[in-house]
Nanobody
Framework: QVQLAESGGGLVQAGGSLRLSCAAS????????MGWFRQAPGKEREIVAR???????YYPDSVKGRFTISRDNAKSAAYLQMNSLKLEDTALYYC??????????????????WGQGTQVTVSS
């Protein structure tokens, strides 16, 4: 049974930074693709970062250069470092995992497991 739990969200001023953590249990973490998604009210859930089991990463243009995803297989954990935060980054952030290989791994429907989410609120 795979369980994911996010932490690290909170209230931060624009221009500030936050580091989100995702703790995983169960499964073979080192073989998972790990992703971070976010969803703001009235908007579609969107990917903000993903990292494959080989370490390859993807970021959409909206966060590229500001967000960094990483993983620590020894700790079965994934992280999202968020810098230069903007008001539009405000959302509920989810950690997700995909067991299988293949596919672009850039949409929510491709992922098998999800955390409960952690709120990130950016203020002016």
């Amino acid at each position: 049974q795979v369980q994911l739990a996010e932490s690290g969200g909170g209230l931060v001023q624009a221009g500030g930074s936050l580091r989100l953590s995702c703790a995983a249990s169960g499964g073979t973490f080192r073989l998972f693709t790990m992703g971070w998604f976010r969803q703001a009210p009235g908007k579609e859930r969107e990917i903000v970062a993903r990292i494959g089991f080989t370490g390859g990463t993807y970021y959409p243009d909206s966060v590229k250069g500001r967000f960094t995803i990483s993983r620590d297989n020894a700790k079965s954990a994934a992280y999202l470092q968020m810098n230069s935060l903007k008001l539009e980054d405000t959302a509920l952030y989810y950690c997700a995992a995909k067991e299988s290989l293949g596919g672009p791994r850039r949409t929510a429907e491709e992922y098998n497991y999800w955390g409960q989410g952690t709120q990130v609120t950016v203020s002016s």
